[in-house]
């Protein structure tokens, strides 16, 4: 049963750039949340879509934006790429709609921005 | 302040001893309290999943949620050096659809 996978698992940008990060849930899953880990930090969130339809966003800039398909995948789109934006982006997938289900991670896309 | 605190260690122990990891928070809406264990160059790996106060055992590993004094416990019986990692806290509202993680504690367990 394969669980969360996450593609590139390393990437290279510099300012100025855009990049696009995809996701495919754990096998049973409808739900794709994504987060951002900056180093010696916890997960922060960015945002969640289920049935296709960004349902909550936490405290990130319209340059992030996300995109979920009909077969539950997700791509993660970040424009106007920032230093600050070198981090870890986990996507994290839950079944049933998401609330309050137990959420699966992926071991991320490492992002580092020159 | 933040909405969930986490001693970040390291916190060094001996091969075989138990284990006491700590979170407390602030927001009284949180009812979903998660436990996930992090290595190095991995994803958070979900170790416990609880829901209000009380008591929840699973192998070596018991969660412990006293909603009271909003402070969350995850204890490790036996600890082994596979069990250095990282370990966040992650609560959750009811009917949430978000984590709010701690910024995790670094365990380091010594053969």
């Known amino acids: 049963d394969a669980g969360v996978t996450q593609s590139p698992t390393h990437l290279i940008k510099t300012r100025g750039q855009q990049v696009t990060l995809r996701c495919s849930p754990k096998?049973?899953?409808?739900?794709v949340s994504w987060y951002q880990q900056a180093l010696g930090q916890g997960p922060q969130f960015i945002f969640q879509y289920y049935e296709e339809e960004e349902r909550q966003r936490g405290n990130f800039p319209d340059r992030f934006s996300g995109h979920q398909f009909p077969n539950y995948s997700s791509e993660l789109n970040v424009n106007a790429l920032l230093l600050g934006d070198s981090a870890l982006y986990l996507c994290?997938?839950?079944?049933?709609?998401?609330?309050?289900?137990?959420?699966?991670f992926g071991d991320g896309t490492r992002l580092s921005i020159l | 302040q933040k909405e969930v605190e986490q001693d970040p260690g390291p916190l060094s122990v001996p091969e075989g001893a138990i284990v006491s990891l700590n979170c407390t928070y602030s927001?009284?809406?949180?009812?979903?309290f998660m436990w996930y264990r992090q290595y190095s160059r991995k994803g958070p790996e979900l170790l416990m999943y609880?829901?209000?106060?009380g008591n929840k055992e699973d192998g070596r590993f018991t969660a412990q949620v006293d909603k009271s004094s909003k402070y969350i416990s995850l204890f490790i019986r036996d600890s082994q050096p596979s069990d250095s990692a990282t370990y966040l806290c992650?609560?959750?509202?009811?009917?949430?659809?978000?984590?709010?993680f701690g910024a995790g504690t670094i365990l380091r367990v010594k053969s």
């Open positions: 994290a997938t839950s079944s049933g709609g998401g609330s309050n289900q137990p959420q699966h």
């Open positions: 096998s049973g899953h409808d739900t």
């Open positions: 992650a609560p959750e509202e009811e009917y949430g659809n978000k984590l709010v």
């Open positions: 609880t829901y209000s106060s």
């Open positions: 927001n009284s809406a949180f009812q979903y």
